[in-house]
């Protein structure tokens, strides 16, 4: 089983040379820290920055830079700022690559939901129904339960939604799935997970294709 | 040149009243409008309604407005980091209308660029686009959304000059450059007013059309929310 770094590393495979990339606040942030190194990769936070870099040396930051959860980052050469709706143009217009976000419901038909919990968490979509809405290539970085024990990828989504059949790929602490037509197709395992326990996690149409490989991290 | 420089945030808000509609520029505290929020706060106008990204936080940005109840709706995208606000929504005092940060966005830029409205992808399927005129094109389905009307826009920048052309830095930029001219009055409060022709008009980010008023806040405490860093390797 992989905890939050896991998944992150095990996502920053997926991230190719030449790649665009967003990254939602959480797991996906640590994805940066995982990426090789010998490929070309720029991070854009929606707040309005291409180009971003790691967090600042101590006595170092600046209110004037931050990401899109508020915290103080550094920019690398060739970065640029840019005001939002030129964010935004970035996101919908489909000019970056790759996006990865956390979520709190998956759906077998690859609908996601991470804003909203009615009643009791009513924080906003920030950015991230712009992002589910165009994005090509959609990763939710996720737990494969919640803090219940209750599966997380479902035959439909019980919270409101942020998107309608948007998401490609989900990595969880158990697995990697891709979401087909037919449902969460199983490409590999956690390290020392079965493919039973996965299964069980998993309220959605889980598809078992054969032999599944053990994740390479 | 046409002067836009007035002599100070009083002379800056002249003519806010309650009950008006206020776009506020900034992303979480960073480059928000300091010095016309704190004016705000100090004239106690009321029934305000508000189109900002976030609501600052409890002590800080908008959530000063909210302490003294003058706000009567938000219009954002994010608006976590606020207990007041929560207090305010839940118990049904503030009224909350939340939308995908781009159709923000969007939405200013519409109405600083004679747009009426927009159609964007973002929210369809979703409660967002309940009771929304939806439309389909090339095979895709977007959501009708209209430019915002307000009677003022508040925006923060870096530099600027008499003229009213405007300089951001950083990601404090944000929606302070979409909101200019977005508004009946558009207010820009900066950090430093430069004398007019000092600006390289090669680096102007907002040209000066935009802008009716402004003038030279006189602090700015820029807040950081979440300081982050790391240690320095030996």
């Known amino acids: 089983m992989l905890d939050k770094n896991g998944i992150a590393k095990r996502i920053a495979k997926e991230v190719q040379d030449g790649y665009y990339v967003n990254l939602g606040i959480g797991i996906p942030t640590l994805v940066a820290n995982y990426v090789r190194d010998d490929i070309e990769v720029e991070f854009q936070s929606e707040n ?58 998956v759906s077998e038909d690859g609908d996601i939901a991470n804003w909203k919990i009615p009643g009791k968490m009513v924080k906003g979509m920030g950015g991230a129904m712009d992002l589910v809405a165009s994005a090509e290539n959609i990763i939710v970085a996720m737990m494969h339960t919640n803090r219940a ?69 | 040149m046409i002067n836009k420089k007035v002599a100070n945030v009083q002379e800056a808000l002249e003519g806010v009243s309650d009950n008006m509609t206020f776009m506020f520029g900034g992303f979480g505290l960073s480059g928000i409008p300091e010095n016309s929020i704190a004016e705000l706060v100090r004239l106690g106008t009321k029934g305000l309604k508000c189109i900002s990204n976030n609501a600052g936080v409890d002590d800080f940005g908008l959530g000063l407005l909210l302490q003294g109840k003058q706000i009567d709706k938000m219009t954002s995208s994010y608006v976590g980091e606020n207990d007041e606000f929560e207090r305010q929504m839940l118990s049904g005092e503030l009224e909350v209308e939340l939308i995908p940060q781009g159709t923000l966005a969007e939405r200013c830029r519409a109405a600083q660029a004679g747009f009426p409205a927009i159609y964007t992808p973002a929210g369809y399927g979703t409660e967002v686009a309940e009771g929304k005129e939806t439309r389909e094109f090339d095979g895709k389905m977007y959501v009708l959304e209209y430019a915002f009307k307000a009677d003022f826009a508040f925006v923060k920048a870096w530099k600027g000059d008499a003229a009213g052309n405007l300089v951001f830095k950083g990601t404090a930029r944000n929606f302070n450059p979409n909101m200019c001219g977005a508004a009946k009055i558009t207010v820009a409060e900066v950090e430093e007013l430069v004398p007019v022709g000092t600006l390289d008009p090669n680096q102007i ?22 300081r982050t860093v790391r240690a320095k390797a030996n």
Not at chain 1, 181 to 201: C, D, H, T, W
Request: hydrophobic share 40%; proline share 5%; glycine share 10%.
């Open chain 1, 48 to 105: 309005g920055v291409l180009g971003m870099g790691p967090f600042p040396f101590e006595g170092e930051e600046d209110a004037d830079i931050i990401n899109a959860g508020k915290q103080t980052i550094t920019t690398l050469p060739g970065a640029s700022f840019f005001d939002s709706a030129t964010s935004f143009s970035m996101i919908r217009g489909q000019h970056v690559d790759l996006t990865i976000l956390g979520a709190m419901e």
């Open chain 1, 149 to 217: 024990g209750a599966s997380k990828l479902l035959k439909h989504c019980s919270l409101p939604l942020t998107g309608v059949a948007c998401v490609k790929k989900v990595v969880t602490n158990l697995a990697v799935m891709q979401v087909t037509p037919n449902g969460f197709k199983l490409l590999e395992r956690a390290p020392g997970v079965s493919v039973e326990e996965i299964q069980n996690a998993t309220e959605g149409h889980l598809i078992i294709d054969g032999d599944i490989p053990e994740m390479d991290l």
């Open chain 2, 205 to 226: 980010h907002i040209p000066g059309i935009f802008v009716k008023r402004i003038f030279q806040g006189e602090t700015y405490e820029k807040r950081i929310e979440q």
